[in-house]
T-cell receptor
Framework: NAGVTQTPKFQVLKTGQSMTLQCAQDMNHNSMYWYRQDPGMGLRLIYYSASEGTTDKGEVPNGYNVSRLNKREFSLRLESAAPSQTSVYFC???????????FGQGTRLTVV | DQQVKQNSPSLSVQEGRISILNCDYTNSMFDYFLWYKKYPAEGPTFLISISSIKDKNEDGRFTVFLNKSAKHLSLHIVPSQPGDSAVYFCAVKRGGSQGNLIFGKGTKLSVKP
């Protein structure tokens, strides 16, 4: 039972490059989320998908796009990476509103 | 403006003693409260939660207390163990919203043997 799987685990990008972070969950959860964690900032919501076919902006969406490919998969795309996007990115999923969210292991992204 | 505040960036406790982690929130519309634990290089893992209709929830060594009038949430760990050393995040959900969780900045707990 894998839970929430993120790929890749580590990535170094040059400024201006693009990449897609992949996330898949096998728990039949309806909602999926992308967070970023920066030192001293806690976890901040980038985008979320309340259900298959819907996506919405979170607290810090600028510079990112998302795709909810199907119920299992939710990807995060950086079109033109900037050093300010150096962070640890976490994908999460949950079944319903008053249940806990399950997190992936994270993707550590460095933009140079 | 921070909606969820964990005012202590760090806490050090002796093994076997009680650890108390605190969290304050600003919005009385929050209706579901959670604590997560995070080890370095891992994702956050769910620890315990409480609904706004309760004031206490226990799970083994972990107890969460909710004081709605004070808008205050606390996590008690008794007895503390070295393996509890981690960063603890509180998270809240607003009622009637799409249920997004809002996280505090975290408290780093160190349990000394």
């Amino acid at each position: 039972n894998a839970g929430v799987t993120q790929t890749p685990k580590f990535q170094v990008l040059k400024t201006g490059q693009s990449m897609t972070l992949q996330c898949a969950q096998d728990m039949n959860h309806n909602s999926m989320y992308w967070y970023r964690q920066d030192p001293g900032m806690g976890l901040r919501l980038i985008y979320y998908s309340a259900s298959e076919g819907t996506t919405d902006k979170g607290e810090v969406p600028n510079g990112y796009n998302v795709s909810r490919l199907n119920k299992r998969e939710f990807s995060l795309r950086l079109e033109s990476a900037a050093p300010s996007q150096t962070s640890v990115y976490f994908c999460a999923s949950r079944y319903s509103l008053n249940t806990e969210a399950f997190f992936g292991q994270g993707t550590r992204l460095t933009v140079v | 403006d921070q909606q969820v505040k964990q005012n202590s960036p760090s806490l050090s406790v002796q093994e076997g003693r009680i650890s108390i982690l605190n969290c304050d929130y600003t919005n009385s519309m929050f209706d579901y409260f959670l604590w997560y634990k995070k080890y370095p290089a891992e994702g956050p893992t769910f620890l315990i939660s409480i609904s706004s209709i309760k004031d206490k929830n226990e799970d083994g060594r972990f107890t969460v207390f909710l004081n709605k009038s004070a808008k205050h949430l606390s996590l008690h760990i008794v007895p503390s163990q070295p393996g509890d050393s981690a960063v603890y995040f509180c998270a809240v959900k607003r009622g009637g919203s799409q249920g997004n969780l809002i996280f505090g900045k975290g408290t780093k707990l160190s349990v000394k043997p």
